[in-house]
């Protein structure tokens, strides 16, 4: 497990933070329809990107599966 600040926010890490929110949101947001979720997931990255602290939580395999923002 690595929790690392990050600083860059490549296309790749975005789309890794996007499973993670999506997974997150159908798991404990379940009065949301799927469709719903959709239309929200559109904004998300955006919102990623500016989030002004970024932590993460990385697996032994570099797999973003956690992270925090403020």
């Known amino acids: 497990m690595n929790i690392i ?4 926010r490549t296309e790749n890490l975005i789309n890794q933070l996007l499973e993670v929110w999506e997974d997150s949101v159908k798991a404990t947001h379940t009065f949301l329809s799927n469709e719903e979720i959709e239309n929200i997931k559109k904004y998300v990255p955006q919102a990623l990107k500016g989030i002004t602290h970024l932590i993460i939580i990385e697996n032994e395999s570099h797999r973003t599966y956690c992270f925090y923002g403020n």
């Open 5 to 8: 600040e990050v600083n860059e």
